[in-house]
């Protein structure tokens, strides 16, 4: 089945610091990939995506990037505030039309004041 | 989001019991998903639905069955439960609207505990 590896696993920086959290995927068929946030005891809400047809796409202070030769996407947060601390999954949608998602295992950033 | 409700928020249960726990929605999704939270294991997929008439494994379905009772209904039932079923479960609904892509939505999530 489809495999997303997620690094790194946590992720301390200094407010004001720059973040980025990596995703490598296995099935080059895949298309979609969603990156979510999950603050503590809150529910994973979608942040950014980016479709296969797009290398780069940004919203404000965060931005992904996609390397469909090397599969893999990153996740880019610029000028940290500690409102960024939170668990961050990314995700793509694997072989098929049905874009069921496949999840890594999470990244739990701390962005220190 | 308030559109994807999850109920209970908490439970806990002895070995053995069976339990079910219930989402709805307001979206008017067709879509409907059960996942799993355990730390460091990410959002794990036990069961998916793409409309009524649908089911489908996730990832991890042993132990676990659904019933999509309509549209907006979707329950998760653990016939047997045991300590390892321990876990933040959540229901997710999406539509893959427009060029394709599946947002989710997530409801709060039901803390389970298995003693």
């Known amino acids: 089945g489809e495999n997303v590896e997620q690094h790194p696993s946590t992720l301390s920086v200094q407010e004001g610091d720059s973040a980025v959290i990596k995703c490598t995927y296995s099935?080059?068929?895949?298309?979609?990939f969603p990156w979510y946030k999950q603050e503590l005891g809150k529910r994973p809400q979608l942040i950014i995506d980016i479709r296969s047809n797009v290398g780069e796409k940004k919203d404000q202070r965060i931005a992904v990037t996609l390397n469909k030769t090397a599969k893999h996407f990153s996740l880019h947060i610029t000028e940290t505030q500690p409102e960024d601390s939170a668990v961050y999954f990314c995700a793509d949608t694997g072989r098929g039309s049905n874009y069921k998602l496949t999840f890594g295992k999470g990244t739990l950033l701390t962005v220190n004041p | 989001d308030a559109d994807v409700t999850q109920t209970p928020r908490n439970r806990i249960t002895k070995t053995g019991k069976r339990i079910m726990l219930e989402c709805s929605q307001t979206k008017g999704h067709d879509r409907m998903y059960w996942y799993r939270q355990d730390p460091g294991l990410g959002l794990r997929l036990i069961y998916y639905s793409f409309d009524v008439k649908d089911i489908n494994k996730g990832e991890i379905s042993d132990g676990y069955s659904v019933s999509r009772q309509a549209q907006a209904k979707f329950s998760l039932s653990l016939e047997s439960a045991i300590p390892n079923q321990t876990a933040l479960y959540f229901c997710?609904?999406?539509?893959?609207?427009?060029?394709?892509?599946?947002?989710?939505?997530f409801g709060a999530g039901t803390r389970l505990s298995v003693l």
């Open positions: 099935d080059s068929a895949s298309n979609y």
């Open positions: 997710a609904t999406s539509d893959p609207g427009h060029g394709g892509g599946n947002i989710q939505y």
